[in-house]
C-alpha cells in the first residue's frame, strides 16, 4: 500500500495567503501609485521604469502564492518556495544595507507607516517562511510521483534561465555600480538591489521548475512566467521614455517574450506522459 501524499501543512499554508496578500499591497504601491512612493512606499523610487518593475515582480510574487497555496498537495505548492525564500533574506539585507534610504523619519505619515511595516516584515518574514518550510520537511507522507514529465529541451531551457538569472542577480546585489550602467532603465544601488532580489528569486523558481520535471507540479510558477513578462511589458511602454533603446534596451523586450514563452511551454506544451 503506497504511503499518503504529503499534504501542506497549516503553517505554510498561511505563510503562501500572507504572502500573496503582502505582494498585492506592495504591488499597488509601486505599479498603481508608482509616481508617489514618497508617500506611499517604504522609500523614494525615483525613476517609475524600476518602481514597476518591483511592483511587476511582486504581483508576480502575488500569482504564484496565491496559486501554490490553493494546491493542498506538497509538490504541487512548494516550486516557489526556495526562490522567495531566498528573495527574503535578500531582501532583509538589502533594507539593512540601505536603511537610511527608508522613510523610518522625517517623512509623511503614510510614508513612514510604510517603511515601518516593511521592516517590520522583512525582519519576521524570512523566519516565518524558513520555519514553515523546516517544519514543512518534516511532515509526513510521500510525493506524488510524476504524471506528465517535462521534455528535456523545456528542462535544459529551464535549468540554463535560472542559472542566468542567478548570476544577474548576485551581481545586481553584489556589484550595483557595474549592472547601473549596462541597465536599459534609471538603477540606484538600492532598486538594483531590490530588483536583483527579485531575479535571484526567479532564479531559483526556474531551477526548482526543470528538478521538480512534472507540468502540474510546475504549473503556478509556469503562470507566473506569463504574468510577470505582461506587467514589465505594460510598465516599459507607460515609462517608454526612461528607457534607452539600444542594445541593452531591445535585449530586455526580447528577453520579455522569451519569459512569456518560457511559462507558456509549462502550461502544455513540451510535456510528456511519464511512462511514455
Known amino acids: 500500500m503506497s504511503a499518503a501524499h504529503r499534504q501542506t501543512t497549516p503553517l505554510m499554508r498561511f505563510a503562501l495567503l500572507l504572502g500573496a496578500l503582502l505582494t498585492f499591497l506592495a504591488g499597488v504601491q509601486l505599479?498603481?501609485?508608482?509616481?508617489?512612493?514618497?508617500?506611499?512606499?517604504?522609500?523614494?523610487?525615483?525613476?517609475?521604469?524600476?518602481?514597476?518593475?518591483?511592483?511587476?515582480?511582486?504581483?508576480?510574487?502575488?500569482?504564484?502564492?496565491?496559486?501554490?497555496?490553493?494546491?493542498?498537495?506538497?509538490?504541487?505548492?512548494?516550486?516557489?518556495?526556495?526562490g522567495v525564500t531566498a528573495f527574503l533574506w535578500a531582501t532583509l539585507l538589502t533594507t539593512l544595507v540601505h536603511l537610511d534610504k527608508f522613510h523610518l523619519s522625517d517623512a509623511s505619515l503614510t510614508g513612514e507607516g510604510a517603511a515601518w511595516a516593511w521592516l517590520v516584515i522583512y525582519v519576521v518574514d524570512p523566519v516565518l517562511v524558513t520555519t514553515a518550510w523546516i517544519l514543512q520537511s518534516r511532515a509526513p507522507g510521500a510525493d506524488a510521483e510524476r504524471s506528465s514529465v517535462l521534455s528535456p529541451w523545456y528542462r535544459r531551457a529551464?535549468?540554463?534561465?535560472?542559472?542566468?538569472?542567478?548570476?544577474?542577480?548576485?551581481?545586481?546585489?553584489?556589484?550595483?555600480?557595474?549592472?547601473?550602467?549596462?541597465?536599459?532603465?534609471?538603477?540606484?544601488?538600492?532598486?538594483?538591489?531590490?530588483?536583483?532580489?527579485?531575479?535571484?528569486?526567479?532564479?531559483?523558481v526556474y531551477l526548482m521548475m526543470a528538478w521538480e520535471n512534472d507540468r502540474d507540479r510546475v504549473w503556478p510558477a509556469a503562470v507566473a512566467s506569463v504574468v510577470a513578462p505582461i506587467l514589465f511589458a505594460a510598465g516599459t511602454l507607460r515609462y517608454r521614455d526612461e528607457f534607452t533603446w539600444d542594445a541593452a534596451g531591445w535585449s530586455y523586450l526580447v528577453a520579455l517574450g522569451f519569459l512569456a514563452a518560457l511559462g507558456a511551454t509549462g502550461l502544455g506544451i513540451g510535456s510528456r506522459d511519464a511512462g511514455s
Open 158 to 204: 529551464l535549468t540554463g534561465t535560472g542559472a542566468l538569472f542567478l548570476v544577474v542577480g548576485v551581481m545586481m546585489m553584489a556589484a550595483p555600480s557595474v549592472v547601473i550602467g549596462r541597465a536599459p532603465f534609471p538603477l540606484t544601488d538600492l532598486t538594483s538591489r531590490a530588483i536583483g532580489s527579485w531575479v535571484i528569486a526567479m532564479g531559483g
Open 31 to 82: 505599479f498603481v501609485l508608482t509616481d508617489h512612493t514618497t508617500d506611499w512606499f517604504a522609500w523614494t523610487v525615483d525613476a517609475g521604469s524600476a518602481a514597476t518593475i518591483i511592483g511587476g515582480f511582486y504581483w508576480t510574487a502575488c500569482v504564484l502564492s496565491y496559486l501554490s497555496w490553493r494546491r493542498r498537495d506538497w509538490v504541487e505548492a512548494r516550486v516557489g518556495v526556495p
